[in-house]
């Protein structure tokens, strides 16, 4: 990832595009480290923006658990992340962003992936100082979300990680929509696959792992589960929905780490994702079609945007259309799967887009500075 600095304060992207050095503030949510080592989707692709920004050059300070690692300058308010207090702790979620924006001034850029009163700062600091604070959304558009983020939609600037997503939003200005990516050269490649089905998801109802579960029994094939199951409602819908699905040919092998995760994509036939809910965007997808493996889905959320039907798998729209889809999955080019990855999810695409976001929220920001002069004088 070189780049050729110049003496103005600009250096030379992968695209050839002369980009101003910034100060880059991101801030994480608290609960995990960055990155995290089992689940954390979020923590993930936080490092990955993190890491490939520094690398570019940029001044990059990272508002992380202590337990982070990073190349880029850490401040932390917790030495170790609190995930065993999420629940009844919510306020450390505060003091955490609280901490990050008294820092605000120092930046030319504050880039936020924290929960909602971690937007409520964002907005007030943007307001005062008129400091763009971008505001990446990852979650759905409930009406919680919708009616909270509305209220403080004019101090931020939003990012979508899908078209679905964003257009869920209904009304809200967004300054980009940039996908979730991975480091391509990350992810094993395997033409062949193996003689499984796999599904890899937390256990709860939302992800579906029910269906993956009957939907292998049902055509007598052996099926791998590997996902978070540690919380009480987890285990209950695991233990009620779940087992009760599985066939003689399942296992389930729990939390795994990444390194044993790239294992199972790459040596899968295919991965089912029976997502019940309008997810804005899955790494499991782009994931395991980087290892070559292709992807069967409902229709919901971000699915249709992400997989090509019948060119990196299959979207179906009910248990019995995945069953039939499965039989079809050797007319899927696994070659095909990677290339479109490394196409348009790539670490490096995802990197270019976020430094035009910065940009554009730059000069959006020096706009406003400008009528206020003008108001002034």
């Known amino acids: 990832m070189a780049t050729k600095t110049t003496d103005n304060g600009y250096f030379l992207n992968m695209e050839g595009k002369n980009v101003q050095k910034l100060k880059i503030a991101i801030i994480a949510p608290p609960w995990f480290p960055v990155p995290p080592p089992g689940y954390g989707g979020i923590e993930m692709i936080v490092s990955l923006l993190t890491e490939g920004l520094w690398q ?3 001044d990059v300070t990272l508002f992380a658990s202590g337990n982070s690692i990073t190349q880029a300058r850490l401040i932390s308010t917790f030495a170790e992340a609190p995930h065993k207090r999420m629940k009844e702790n919510i306020h450390l979620e505060n003091i955490h962003s609280l901490a990050a924006y008294e820092h605000a001034a120092e930046f030319d ?3 936020d992936h924290n929960g909602f009163n971690s937007r409520l700062l964002g907005a007030l600091v943007r307001k005062l100082i008129n400091k763009p604070v971008i505001a990446t959304l990852h979650g759905p558009a409930d009406k919680h979300s919708v009616d909270f983020l509305s209220s403080v939609a004019s101090g931020l600037m939003f990012v979508a990680i899908s078209e679905s997503q964003r257009v869920s939003y209904e009304g809200f ?6 996908p979730n990516a991975i480091r391509t050269s990350d992810y094993p490649f395997s033409n062949t696959g193996g003689d499984y089905l796999l599904f890899v998801g937390r256990m709860n109802k939302e992800k579906g792992a029910h269906i993956a579960a009957s939907t292998a ?3 007598g094939r052996k099926l791998i589960m590997a996902g978070k199951c540690s919380e009480d409602h987890e285990k209950k819908y695991f233990n009620e929905q779940v087992r009760p699905s599985m066939g003689k040919g399942a296992e389930y092998y729990g939390e795994v780490d990444q390194l044993t995760k790239l294992e199972l994509y790459k040596n899968a036939e295919c991965v ?11 790494l499991v997808m782009i994931e395991s079609m980087a290892c070559g493996t292709p992807v069967i889905a409902l229709r919901n959320g971000s699915a249709p945007e992400v997989i090509r039907h019948g060119v990196t798998g299959y979207i179906v729209d009910s248990e019995d259309e995945m069953i039939e889809a499965v039989g079809k999955i050797d007319r899927i080019n696994r070659a095909a799967c990677r290339k479109i990855v490394a196409q348009e999810y790539d670490e490096e695409i995802f990197i270019n887009r976020y430094e035009q976001a910065y940009m554009d929220a730059l000069a959006i920001s020096e706009v406003s500075a400008h009528e206020l002069r003008v108001g002034e004088s």
């Open 173 to 178: 200005d967004f300054l980009a929509t940039i």
């Open 217 to 219: 029994k049902r055509l």
């Open 272 to 282: 089912l994702f029976p997502i019940q809910w309008p997810e804005p965007f899955g």
């Open 109 to 111: 850029i504050i880039h």
């Open 56 to 58: 570019r050059g940029h």
